[in-house]
C-alpha cells in the first residue's frame, strides 16, 4: 500500500475510472482499485510482445522448467546395501532472442494503450506455447491460422492455404521456396491433423511453426520494404 499511496501524490485524479461502489472516495483507494482491475491486462500484453519479441513462453499459470531429473515419475527399486549412483539430470537450453531497447519501449507503450501484437504474431507464439507443452495437433493448427491471418492482414482475401501462399510469392512478400516449405510442413500437415485425426510428430510440429514464423516474417518485411518505395 506504500508504494500505491507514493504513486497516488502524483497521479492525475482524472484519468481514473469513476469511484466503484464500496471504494473510498481517496485518490489512493481509487488508485489501488484501477491496478486491481488493469494490472492483469496490462501484464498480459506487456507479456505477449515480449514473447513474440524473444520467442519466450512467460505464462505464469503453465510454467515450463529447464532441468528434470531423467525417469521423473518413475518408481525404482534396488538393493538397499547396494551403493546408488547420481541420478542424471536432463538440462536445456532454449535460445532466446535479447530484446532491443526499442522493442522494449513499443512493448510497455503498448501494454500502456492496451495494444495487442497483430493477430499472426500471437497466433505463432501460440504455436510455439504448444509445441514446448506437446499439444503437437494445437501447433500445427495455431501455425496455419498465423499464416492465413498474416496473408490476410496483407490484403490477400483468397480462400485455402495454397492460393495465399501464392499470392504472397506474386506480390514479391516471400519466396517460391518459403511457399514450399509451407505447404509441405503447415499446410499437408494441418489437412492430415483435421481430416484423418492425425497426431503430429514433434519435430513435424516443431517445423510447422518455423515455418510460419519464416513465412510471416518475410512477408510482413517484403509489405514494409514495397511501402517504403512506393513512399519514397
Not at 514446448?132 to 500445427?140: E, K, Q, S
Not at 493448427?141 to 495465399?164: D, F, T, Y
Amino acid at each position: 500500500m506504500t508504494g500505491v499511496l507514493f504513486i497516488a501524490r502524483s497521479v492525475d485524479e482524472n484519468l481514473l475510472a469513476e469511484r466503484r461502489p464500496g471504494v473510498l472516495d481517496d485518490p489512493t483507494s481509487r488508485l489501488a482499485d484501477h491496478l486491481r482491475q488493469n494490472v492483469e491486462r496490462w501484464f498480459q500484453i506487456l507479456s505477449a510482445w515480449i514473447e513474440v519479441c524473444t520467442a519466450q513462453d512467460l505464462d505464469y499459470e503453465h510454467p515450463l522448467y529447464t532441468a528434470w531429473a531423467e525417469g521423473a515419475g518413475l518408481h525404482l527399486w534396488s538393493d538397499s546395501k547396494e551403493l546408488m549412483g547420481g541420478q542424471r539430470m536432463v538440462l536445456t537450453t532454449p535460445t532466446i532472442t535479447p530484446i532491443t531497447p526499442s522493442l522494449w519501449v513499443h512493448a510497455v507503450t503498448s501494454a500502456a494503450q492496451g495494444t495487442l501484437p497483430p493477430l499472426e504474431l500471437q497466433l505463432v507464439r501460440d504455436g510455439r506455447s504448444a509445441f514446448m507443452r506437446g499439444l503437437h495437433r494445437t501447433a500445427v493448427l495455431s501455425a496455419a491460422s498465423a499464416i492465413e491471418a498474416g496473408a490476410h492482414a496483407l490484403g490477400v482475401s483468397v480462400r485455402n492455404m495454397k492460393p495465399k501462399l501464392t499470392e504472397l510469392v506474386a506480390l514479391g512478400f516471400i519466396t517460391e521456396a518459403e511457399k514450399d516449405r509451407a505447404l509441405v510442413t503447415v499446410a499437408a500437415v494441418r489437412n492430415s491433423v483435421i481430416h484423418d485425426g492425425y497426431n503430429p510428430t514433434p519435430s513435424e510440429s516443431y517445423e510447422a511453426v518455423e515455418a510460419a514464423h519464416i513465412v510471416i516474417m518475410s512477408a510482413r518485411k517484403g509489405a514494409a520494404t514495397r511501402a517504403a518505395a512506393s513512399n519514397a
